[in-house]
Nanobody, 122 residues
């Protein structure tokens, strides 16, 4: 069973930055479609970004040019660098893995972490 453990969440003022990490075990991060999702209170879960096995990335329009998804194959870890944070970025952020050739925030993911909370104050 693939295990994903997120870390790096916290409280930050608007305009600040945070870097989320997702430690992957029992799987090789570079072999999977990996994604970050977020869920804010009262809203539906939203796909944030994905990176496929070839390293190709895609982002939701709401975070494009502010967030960067990346991975460290040696550490088997996924990252989400979040810059220029806004109060509307406040949410629980989840790391997810998808074992398939296709990779998109609109597709189903097989494995999920427990989440890390990001709070952005104005």
């Amino acid at each position: 069973q693939v295990q994903l453990v997120e870390s790096g969440g916290g409280s930050v003022q608007a305009g600040g930055s945070l870097r989320l990490s997702c430690a992957v075990s029992r799987a090789t991060v570079s072999n999977y479609c990996m994604g970050w999702f977020r869920h804010a209170p009262g809203k539906e879960r939203e796909g944030v970004a994905t990176i496929n096995s070839d390293g190709i990335t895609n982002y939701a329009n709401s975070v494009k040019d502010r967030f960067t998804i990346s991975r460290d194959n040696a550490k088997n870890t996924l990252f989400l660098q979040m810059n220029s944070l806004k109060p509307e970025d406040t949410a629980m952020y989840y790391c997810a893995a998808r074992w398939a050739n296709t990779c998109s925030i609109w597709l189903g993911f097989n494995y999920w972490g427990q989440g890390t909370l990001v709070t952005v104050s104005s």
